[in-house]
């Protein structure tokens, strides 16, 4: 069979107005690809039965395979089952076996049982009935000249246990033929254009069934592989081989070749080492120790932190030199030294990280404008600190500190 296209259609004005992130594209996108079927469009769109057929009858005139999800629900305002009745024909069926299903979901959670509910047992005459196994609202499976429609709820666990049970595995075994794999390399400390520059002759060497695409975040860019074929082993051989002949352009910007958060891989070689870490925190306002301890086990390597924001807790707790910070000021090299060197003493750590810097929106000089950033990192044998120059937007300042702070450590641990 030719390539498959693939669609998503999600029905909601809860989603159009913002009110509701639309989760579930993202998941729907990412299961198909890894059954070798890859999304080719998401569609949002109201819950009113033109817009509805219309945009299903667009997409299966694009694709063989539209997934769509929302407007099953026991309410009033759900018109998606009378615009597929009308969209594939047929009438309505009342199904014992959903109504069953209802009766013991609603009653093992002593609810009764009303008219709304017993309305989502009718489903038509047209479609095969996926059993709902976390909900009430029945998943319906159209077929129509050798194209698929398949209607779930827009509840999120809902959607993905139909999904995983009954949708992915018959669309692999209908239609997939091809292999799609994906890797994501991890880098940081490097913007994406001189990233750009610097991979340049690995990114020209890619077999033209090898794509390359560059995810920009704050303090870091993700480079995905993805990579087309028939035989997996040899594909993913191949991606892993490329993925290796990237690592001499970037021997400190890589940091892992899985998509596995920086503080993750922080945590696990300071767990290696037996090492333990403290951190000392002025314009990051504690948000370090909160990425250091987002996992569990991190009690085996973080010993805590101090939010030092103003100079008399620097001073006080940090036992940072009044007449350093008179005549330097906090946002320097001198200050966060010593905000490292004394919270790693103080905690007694292997490892001490110092943080100060102008967030924003205000509070720069000319001399130190918005987005001033130093952060220090100490170990018993040397300290060392570095100077960064941010944006203006706070929000972003407080990651991509944070993160510059760990990618430090990070470089002084593989050192």
Request: hydrophobic share 40%; with cysteine.
């Amino acid at each position: 069979m030719d390539v498959m296209n693939a669609e998503i259609i999600t029905i909601g004005d809860e989603i159009l107005i913002g009110q509701t992130i639309d989760t579930n594209s993202a998941w729907i996108g990412e299961q198909m690809s890894l059954i070798g079927l890859p999304v080719r469009r998401i569609t949002t769109i109201q819950d009113v039965p033109d817009e509805i057929i219309r945009s299903i009858n667009e997409a299966m005139q694009r694709s063989q395979v539209v997934l769509v999800t929302g407007g099953l629900g026991p309410t009033r305002d759900d018109r998606t089952k009378d615009s597929l009745l009308k969209l594939f024909g047929g009438s309505l069926r009342e199904d014992t076996q959903v109504l069953k299903d209802i009766h013991e979901f609603l009653s093992s959670r002593s609810i009764p049982v009303n008219e709304m509910n017993r309305k989502q047992a009718l489903v038509p005459t047209s479609c095969r009935v996926m059993r709902n196994h976390q909900g009430t609202a029945p998943g319906m499976w159209f077929d129509k000249e050798g194209k698929v429609v398949v209607s779930m709820p827009g509840v999120p666990f809902e959607m993905k246990d139909l999904m995983t049970r009954e949708v992915l595995p018959e669309l692999k075994k209908r239609f997939a033929e091809g292999v799609i794999i994906h890797k994501t390399l991890m880098t940081t400390g490097i913007p994406e254009s001189v990233l750009t520059q610097t991979i340049q002759p690995w990114e020209d060497a890619l077999p033209s069934h090898i794509r390359l695409a560059y995810l920009p975040s704050p303090g870091m860019v993700k480079l995905r592989l993805t990579g087309t074929g028939t035989d997996r082993a040899r594909l993913s051989k191949e991606i892993e081989e490329i993925a290796e002949r990237l690592k001499p352009y970037l021997p400190d910007g890589l940091y892992e070749s899985e998509e596995i958060p920086l503080e993750k891989v922080i945590g696990k070689m300071l767990k290696e080492h037996h090492f333990s870490l403290a951190v000392a925190e002025s314009c990051t306002g504690g948000f370090l120790a909160h990425l250091m301890t987002r996992y569990p086990g991190s009690s085996q390597f973080f010993k805590g932190g101090v939010v030092a924001y103003s100079n008399e807790i620097k001073e006080h707790l940090l036992h940072v030199d009044s007449k350093v910070l008179e005549v330097h000021g906090a946002v320097s090299e001198e200050v966060v030294r010593q905000m490292a060197e004394s919270v790693r003493l103080q905690f007694h750590a292997n490892w001490g990280i110092g943080i100060s810097g102008i967030a924003g929106p205000d509070g720069g000089t000319t001399r130190k404008p918005v987005g001033t950033v130093w952060i220090a990192v100490s170990n018993d044998s040397e300290t060392t600190a570095r100077l960064f120059h941010f944006g203006t937007d706070r929000n972003r300042n407080i990651l991509r500190a944070a993160m510059a702070a760990m990618n430090l450590l990070r470089l002084r641990l593989s050192d």
